[in-house]
């Protein structure tokens, strides 16, 4: 029996919460920290409440090209 190789996706998941109700998007790996701030201000005003709340995942080959392979421990 071989054993299954599960991949990690390769995009950047952002989940972001506003008043409550939680978003889900995927934003290209050439985003900046300015663009997402600008996106994130933009789902704020949409939905017409206060951003409480962001989580971003940042692609597995994104993390080893910007930090090589150092181990990340995260919750």
Known sequence: MQGRRTERPTQNQVMAVVEGNALSFNVPRSTTLEDLAGRLAHLSE?????????????????????FGSALFLGS
Do not use: D, F, M
């Open 46 to 66: 949409t939905h017409s409440g206060a951003l409480t709340s962001v989580s971003v995942r940042v692609s597995a080959q994104r993390r080893a090209k910007l």
